[in-house]
């Protein structure tokens, strides 16, 4: 059985930095395309930011220069870090695994980060 299990949210001022960690069982965790989704309140989940298996990185205009992705394909772990956290990034922060050959994702139970002083 698959399971994500997201960790490292937490409440930070603006400025502040986290890093999300997002650990996977049950699945080649090397071969997915791993991916950061947020979801604010009243909002729809967006994508954050992706990594593939080769390590190529794709991330939303609105984060990109301020989060990095980054994969241990050893400890079947995608990280999250997150810095120069803004009001605006207030979400849940999801973990989201896609199987390369076909449409089957997984998603992950989510972790809240509140950027507020």
């Known amino acids: 059985q698959v399971q994500l299990v997201e960790s490292g949210g937490g409440l930070v001022q603006p400025g502040g930095s986290l890093r999300l960690s997002c650990a996977a069982s049950?699945?080649?965790?090397?071969?997915?395309?791993m991916s950061w989704y947020r979801q604010a309140p009243g909002k729809q989940r967006e994508l954050v930011a992706s990594?593939?298996?080769?390590?190529?990185?794709n991330y939303a205009d609105s984060v990109r220069g301020r989060f990095t992705i980054a994969r241990d394909n050893a400890k079947n772990t995608v990280f999250l870090q997150v810095d120069g956290l803004k009001p605006e990034d207030t979400a849940v922060y999801y973990c989201?695994?896609?199987?390369?050959?076909?449409?089957?994702?997984?998603w992950g139970q989510g972790t809240q980060v509140t950027v507020s002083s």
């Open positions: 989201r695994a896609d199987r390369p050959w076909d449409r089957i994702y997984y």
């Open positions: 049950g699945l080649a965790f090397q071969i997915y395309t």
């Open positions: 990594i593939g298996s080769g390590g190529n990185t």
